[in-house]
Each structure stands twice: as C-alpha cells, then as structure tokens.
C-alpha cells in the first residue's frame, strides 16, 4: 500500500525493478553481473525468477475462470449492430434469417446475441439440439408467425454441432426453413466484421482494470509465486491460478469431443433456468426517468412470468397510472420485439406513490395484483420505501415488492451497476472519440464535456478512464480553485511537449461554482498562446439510443431473476390457500443488486442506512476505487493504493465455476 508508481518510463526506477532494470542492460551491452554495469550478487539474486501473469482477450469469451474476456463485448456491439439493421429489413419484407455468428468451439456469443435481440431459436456447441430439432424448429416459427411476428430470426454458432457431433450449418438450416415452411430465408455470415471496430466502454475498462491488476501482481511476486490470470469475477478483478485455467479449459474441449455435453455446459458455468407454481398476478412497471435496457427487462419479466404460469399486468406511467389505474393485461407477443428498443414502451414518471396511497390500494385490490415489480431508478427506491412504510396504514400494499434498478446515472444503492448506464457510459465514449477527432487537424485544443449523473459521478469518471481524459471532476471528490489550477498547469506542460489534444469531463452537479462555463473559461484564459477550448454540454442524448449488448442481457437476466424471487416470496406469503397475500416482513420488499461477484436481493429498509439521500446517492461508491488509474493514465504522478486498485483476492479455487450463468 502506498507504492510510489514512476512518473514516466525515462524517469527514475522502481526500486523493485532496479535489479531487471541492470539485468536487461548487461544483457544489451554484452558485459557480466559484476563488469559494465556492475549488478551485485544481491541484485541478481532477486532477478533470478521470472513471473507469468496473464491477461485473456478473445473475443469467443472461451477462457474458463473469467466471466468476460477482453473483446468479447466489442464483439457484441459489432453482431447487435448488424442484427438490428437486419431486423428492420426482415419486418419489412416478412422474411427468415439465418445469422451465423463466430464461436468454433464456444456458443457465448451466439447465446447472448440471442438473448439481446428475442431469437426463436439459437444453436450452441456445448448444448446440441435433440434428434428431433428439425421438427421442433418449424413448429416453434410456425407459431411465431401464427402469433402476428413478421421475422423470424435463427442464430448459428459457427461451431454448432448436432448429439452426433454433425456440424448444422446456416445454409442446412436455410434449406429445411425453406422446403418444409417455404418461408423466405436468407443467411447472414458475419465473418470477421465481428473483430473490427472501435472497442467498447466496457472492453477500456475491463483493460485498463485488468493492466492495473497484472502490474500489481507482477511488483508483489516472489520465487514462490506461481504464473496467474488476472479475471473477472462479477465485478471484482481476481487473480487465478493460470495453469488450473488453462486445464478446466482443455476439459471443456475434452468433454465436447467425447460427447459430454451436460459436463461441458458444467464446466463453462452453472446455466440456470427453472420454472416454478404459478397462478399469480404479477404487476411490472418503470418509474423514473427512461433507460436503455428497460423495455429488455420488461420483457423478460413479462415471459418468464407466464412461463412460471403467472397472469402479467402492465401499469403505464408508473406510480401515477397506478394510482389512475392505467393497468392493462399484458401477452406474450405484446413484448417479443421490445429487447432492441430504447426508452419505455410502458411510459415512466417521477411520481412518488405517498400522495396516490388511498388510489393505488384501491388499484391493488381491483386489479387483484399479488405482487410488484418496479423498474427504474432512484425514485423506484424510495418508492418502494414508501409502499413500505405505507404497509402499516393500508393492508392492500402488503404484498412482495421487487426493485430492479434502471438509471443511466448508476446512482441506486444496494447495486454496483444499473441497467441503461453501460449504454450512456458508451454514447458519452464515443461522443468523445468523435469530438476528439473532429480536432484531428487542429494541434493544441482542448475539450471540456459536461456529463449528466446528477450529484454521482460514475459516467464522468468511467468515461473519462474508456476516452482517455485528462481529468474528471466529480461530487464525491471536492476539488478547489488550486486543483483546477494544478490541472490547467499539468495540461499545459503536456501541450508543450508531444500532446496535440486534451480532454476533461465535469459531471453536471460536481459543484455549484465551479460551473462547466466557469471551467471553460478558466482554460481559456490559462492556456493562451499554448491552447484553446471549446465545450460541450452532452444532455439528454445519453438516455436514448439502442441499449447495449450489455444492457440488454443485463435486463434480460435481471427479470428473469425478479420473477423467480417474487414467485417464491408470494408463495411464502399467501394465506387460507393462496386466496390472500400478507406480506408485511422486512425481507418482502427487497432490491435485486449486482454486488461484487453476483446477484442479490437486500431488504430495501436494511439500504435505507446506505444512502444519501440528500444528495442521491449510495454512501460508498465501488468505482471511486478506479479514480487513481484515471490519473495515472494522464500522467501525474500519484501514488497508488494496491487496495484500491481492483479489490484484491487472491482466490486458489480448484474448482472454476462462476457463480452466475
């Protein structure tokens, strides 16, 4: 802890590196340990060994012991951009597409592309489809298209194989479509497309955390030591035992060539999916202000709710049309093309429930509404807190109550992410990229971006570490007049050497005075003659747009999740055989989070502790732990915390399952 991090790779060396540092040089100019460079008996000593830590980037996500490897979400932005152009051509023709996807040996990216755009069917290498496949595939289109759908999409894992270890491909596929329903079908190859591009927020800074992570391992290691992989684990970034990787990930293969597929499916990670007693009436609604992703989660909601047997009712305009009684039944084909669309279909307001209680209880019981899900952002919290509170008054609002947090600001707490922040976190990404290159001709400018958040500042922060920012002023880490001085001479020296463009973010409420104006101008005035500026205030750009790969498969799980819970609670809760609901206990209204290494339901009052509310925000924040990396990547010199750096574990796990599919 505390270690000093060089400033620059011309200045002075680490301490630890000082003996290879010497080691490299005699090696270079041809002398010995004890000649040209004078390397003692100690120094060699201590750079006799030689450490191995290992980073994984594939874009297959094939490397057992990691829940992503580094290009894999790139990978799915390029696959879900091409699939939704393709999407509009097929509604618009009523057509059938084969999409085949990469993944020779692994079917993560087929599995997920699926799961983002609602395919009716998708072939993976560890899951072969039944004998009978062909017969299941044409009645499951069949209904589709009975059902009102006007497209129908298939997607292939380039390495899909049948129980007999015959490979299916697309245009094998094509041609059964085609002879037996006579739909129109066309086959769609990505190919290599799937590799190019510019990567994703997400891919910058799972690099930036992993590179962070595979030095601190590197500086810390010793004769005994063994070669490890830097992982992620949920949201934490974890060092394994490389060896122990690399054979789970030979056994994958190994199972796969012999036929056992369960033990391979095993291997890669634990995929659940159960359905459970229904009968119930689930409500689902959005409250607060629209996020990508949100129409996902609904969706899935919606249809693991009638799988589990459920009758499904959507509120419209949150809390008030609840209050109002905007509450319509809601089907299975209603949502089936809602997973690549942004905002709320079902509408969202800010409306908190305490003024409607009397309306909404009388709603509850008209509607027989059994249990709630609510998703959104900080409102559906505290309007859960008040439902919650509102219990004692009104026997109606007690029933389970389910928050699945839904904001581009990231700000909920009991959550290390929210669903729609990864897609406003990759539209301010690549805003920046383009404003940067709009100054590619132009040397010496500098760009001062405001960012929405609110009094949070996770998008200024995890933005400027994927764009590369000189800066990111933020709420929760005060900064005076000195430290905007501090940076505008930092930026300034940069100018004077081999940097043609500087970038800093400010989040929208970091701080009353200091104003995104205020700064501009403090930079203009300051680098005159060395640089100028020009600003942009980014607004509500960041809250539309197509959700992500990530977001959509984030909701995706999150309410298939919702649902199982609340099925359970409501059975737990239910009186005089089902006919009644009472549901009045601390652990019946909970929020489901991401909290390190996975998902969890927390009792909403127990989160009351957590927050600021005040100001909004969850009292501890993880990702200000990353603020040291943004400035050690723009070159101050600081010093770094090994603590802070990505949650340190050395874990020596034998067995390498994740704990989430």
Same mark, same amino acid.
């Given at each position: ?5 060089? &400033? ?39 750079? /006799? ?102 497209? +129908? ?46 990567? /994703? ?21 010793? &004769? ?28 994958v293969t190994t199972a796969m060539n012999e036929g056992r597929f369960e033990d391979a499916l095993k291997l890669r990670g634990r995929w659940v999916g159960s359905t459970g007693e229904g ?6 609604? +959005? ?49 089936? /093309? ?45 309007g859960g807190l008040e439902l919650v509170e509102g219990r004692a008054r009104f026997e109606e609002l007690c029933i389970p109550l389910c928050i ?75 900064? /005076? ?54 600003? +942009? ?90 603020? &040291? ?33």
């Amino acid at each position: 802890p505390g270690r000093k991090m060089p &400033p620059s790779p011309a200045g002075p060396q680490h301490t630890e590196t000082l003996g290879v540092g010497k080691a490299i040089a005699v090696l270079t100019s041809g002398g010995d340990a004890q000649g040209k460079s004078g390397i003692t008996a100690e120094e060699a000593q201590r750079s /006799s060994h030689l450490n191995i830590v290992g980073m994984v980037g594939s874009i297959d996500n094939d490397f057992c012991g990691t829940d992503m490897t580094i290009g894999t979400d790139s990978a799915l932005h390029r696959i879900m951009e091409i699939v939704d152009a393709i999407t509009t051509t097929a509604q618009s023709h009523q057509r059938t597409f084969v999409l085949e996807v990469m993944g020779r040996h692994c079917g993560y990216l087929a599995l997920i592309t699926a799961l983002a755009c609602g395919a009716d069917w998708v072939f993976i290498p560890e899951s072969p489809p039944e004998d009978d496949w062909e017969e299941h595939l044409c009645r499951r289109l069949t209904e589709t298209r009975d059902g009102g759908s006007r497209l +129908n999409i298939i997607i292939v894992a380039e390495g899909a194989i049948d129980k007999h270890g015959k490979a299916i491909t697309s245009d094998e596929i094509k041609a059964l479509v085609v002879k037996r329903l006579g739909y129109d079908t066309r086959v769609t190859i990505l190919g290599h497309v799937q590799r190019g591009g510019t990567p /994703s927020a997400f891919d910058r800074i799972l690099a930036s955390r992993m590179g962070v992570e595979a030095v601190m391992a590197l500086l810390e290691g010793t &004769p005994e030591t063994p070669a490890c992989v830097v992982s992620l684990s949920g949201n934490q970034a974890v060092r394994l035992p490389l060896m122990e990787c690399v054979q789970v990930t030979k056994d994958v293969t190994t199972a796969m060539n012999e036929g056992r597929f369960e033990d391979a499916l095993k291997l890669r990670g634990r995929w659940v999916g159960s359905t459970g007693e229904g009968g119930y009436t689930v409500a689902v609604m +959005n409250v607060g202000a629209p996020a990508a992703g949100m129409n996902a989660a609904v969706r899935s909601t919606v249809r693991i709710g009638l799988i589990h047997g459920h009758r499904m009712l959507a509120v419209h305009d949150g809390f008030e049309g609840l209050a109002f009684g905007m509450v319509e039944e809601i089907g299975w084909n209603t949502v089936g /093309s809602w997973t690549g669309l942004g905002g709320s279909k079902l509408g969202t307001k800010r409306t908190l429930p305490k003024k409607h209680f009397e309306e909404i209880s009388a709603n509850i019981s008209k509607f027989g509404i059994h249990g709630l899900i609510i998703i959104g952002g900080f409102e559906a919290f505290t309007g859960g807190l008040e439902l919650v509170e509102g219990r004692a008054r009104f026997e109606e609002l007690c029933i389970p109550l389910c928050i699945v947090p839904a904001t581009v600001s990231n700000n909920v707490p009991g959550s290390d992410f929210s669903i729609g922040a990864d897609t406003a976190l990759n539209t301010i990404t690549t805003t920046c990229d383009l404003i940067k290159q709009s100054a590619a001709g132009t040397k010496r400018r500098v760009f001062i971006i405001e960012t929405m958040g609110g009094f949070c500042g996770y998008l200024a922060t995890m933005a400027g570490l994927a764009a590369g920012a000189d800066a990111a002023y933020i709420f929760e880490e005060p900064f /005076s007049s000195r430290d905007l001085q501090a940076n505008v001479d930092h930026l300034t020296e940069k100018m004077k050497t081999t940097v043609k463009r500087g970038l800093v973010l400010r989040n929208e409420r970091c701080n009353e005075n200091y104003t995104t104006d205020f700064i501009y101008n403090l930079y203009c005035e300051e680098g005159k003659g060395i640089f100028d500026c020009r600003k +942009n205030v980014l607004g509500h750009m960041q809250q539309g747009g197509s959700p992500t790969p990530f977001d959509r498969n984030f909701g995706t799980k999150m309410g298939a999740k919702a649902v199982a819970w609340i099925t359970g609670k409501i059975k737990e809760c239910s009186r005089h055989g089902g006919c009644r609901i009472f549901a009045n206990t601390a652990d019946s209204a909970c929020l489901l989070g991401m909290r390190k290494r996975s998902l969890v339901f927390q009792p909403i009052a127990e989160l009351r502790q957590q927050t600021d509310f005040e100001h909004r925000i969850p009292k501890e924040q993880w990702w200000l732990k990353l603020r &040291p990396i943004l400035k050690i990547l723009a070159k101050y010199n600081i010093e770094l915390d090994t603590s802070e750096t990505a949650h340190l574990e050395h874990l020596t796990r034998k067995v390498l399952v994740p704990e989430e599919p």
